[in-house]
């Protein structure tokens, strides 16, 4: 139960413009437990994945079935005839290789007439496997490397994307704090500006006392010979000395 409900995980595009043909693949395809989905032509795949082919399509032939949307369903395997009215599947693989969205989703070929230069261009193209019709159920057995490989590919791209993301969202932070930092006003000193001047040393306190001082003897020497010292003497005026 296990491996069936991992396989039925995977998902299958078949596409074949034989409705004999379509049946027993979708058939074969189901009792390998995977989701089918079919399609009568080249143009309705690439609709079917995402992709819009310039092509004038007959609207009373049937279409998709079942009737899913694209963008709801992923596709992890194309499996595609070769001859066929329009788009031929190697035209059809070489579309899904060409496009940066669908070029690793896995494609494998069919086709009832053995033709080594056919087989071997397919291969050279990108095509998984060919198939020579009828196709067996061994033949589906095949399959399961492709679409487990494809799968893992996409959870590591995933897992890188995300890594990517994370680094790229971590540096934007960094900007941001940065640009705030700078932008940010610078914090003042919070003590008095007489703490926040240098002190002096005690050589300098020394000097400046005793310049201080020769100031205040120079100050005291200018006082005694001034003037106004000469009017504190007292006068003797008047006073005759007999000898």
Known sequence: ??????????HVLAVDDSIIDRKLIER????????????????????????????????????????????????NLVITDYCMPGMTGYDLLKKIKESSSLRNIPVVI???????????????????????????????????????????KDQRQVTAEEIENSEVLQQQTQQILQNDQQQAPKPQDPRPESES???????????SLQQANNNNKRKTMEQGLSPETDRTRPRYSGIATVV
Do not use: W
């Open 1 to 10: 139960m296990g491996m069936a409900a991992a396989e039925s995980q995977f």
């Open 197 to 207: 001047r240098p002190q002096p040393t005690i050589e300098q306190q020394q000097q």
């Open 28 to 75: 074969l395809l189901r009792t390998s437990s995977y989701q089918v989905t079919t399609v009568d032509s080249g143009s309705k795949a690439l609709e079917f994945l995402g992709l819009r082919e310039n092509e004038n399509t007959n609207p009373s032939t049937p279409s998709v079935s079942p009737n899913n949307n694209h963008q709801e369903v992923e596709v």
């Open 110 to 152: 069919m086709s009832s007439e053995n033709v080594p230069s056919r087989i071997s261009r397919c291969l050279e193209e990108g095509a998984e496997e060919f198939f020579l019709k009828p196709v067996r159920l061994s033949d589906l057995n095949k399959l399961k490397p492709h679409m487990k490989k494809t799968k893992l």
